[in-house]
């Protein structure tokens, strides 16, 4: 991945080709992750997903919001990318 130097927030916010940002955490310690799209079908993360429509529905606005400890997602989509490679 380049970082464009640029003072426009709009293009630094922007996620890579293939990602989906996420924020990841409980109230008002929300981390944003970048989620692999090709990972979206799996059980666990549709399983994380409900819970999110189920907290805060789906009419969200901005980015997808999952209430989950955010050091435990990562290790997960770190785990789930490793299992999808094999």
């Known amino acids: ?18 990602y989906v940002p996420v924020l990841v955490g409980k109230e008002g310690m929300m981390e944003r992750i970048l989620l692999p799209t090709k990972l979206i079908d799996h059980p666990y993360v549709v399983s994380l997903l409900e819970l999110s429509a189920k907290e805060y529905g ?15 997602f990562k290790r997960v989509i770190e785990s ?7």
Not at 58 to 72: F, K, S, T, V
């Open 1 to 18: 991945m380049y970082l464009r130097l640029t003072r426009n927030k709009v293009e630094e916010d922007r996620a890579r080709k293939g």
């Open 58 to 72: 789906y009419e969200q606005q901005g980015l997808l919001q999952i209430p989950y400890d955010a050091e435990c």
């Open 80 to 86: 789930i990318s490793k299992e999808k490679q094999s």
